[in-house]
């Protein structure tokens, strides 16, 4: 079964500490990661619409959303069975609450 991760915070709060230690025990326990970055996948995705990440909140309230809903729809596709998907994501969006915190369930 899949396990997801998402670890949200604002800059400089360890974010980054937390993960690279995570990597390191899930690396000696054998365990398979896949680590993404939320916003670098909302800025594939975004391609075309804006030229660097900060313009993406200055984006409406709905393009947001849509992005949010495509960037999951591609962390999930990255994600591979039996293993941990590391999710790691900086929380400075205008949003008061993500419209997409995990990846969408498939049947």
């Known amino acids: 079964m899949k ?24 690396s000696t326990e054998g365990v398979p990661v896949t680590h993404v970055n939320y916003g670098t996948v909302m800025m594939d995705v975004a391609k075309g619409m804006v030229k660097k990440r900060d313009e993406i909140r200055h984006l409406s309230t ?5 992005l949010q809903t495509k960037a999951a729809e591609a962390i999930y596709q990255k994600s591979k069975p039996k293993e941990v998907l590391l999710i790691d994501n900086q929380n400075r969006s205008r949003l008061s609450a993500w419209h997409t915190i995990s990846c969408p369930k498939r049947h």
Not at 5 to 25: H, P, R, S
Not at 62 to 66: C, F, L, S, V
Request: overall charge positive.
């Open 3 to 26: 396990q997801r991760v998402l670890v949200v915070g604002l800059a400089g709060v360890g974010k980054t500490a937390v993960i690279n230690e995570f990597l390191k025990m899930a």
């Open 62 to 66: 709905e393009a947001q959303k849509e």
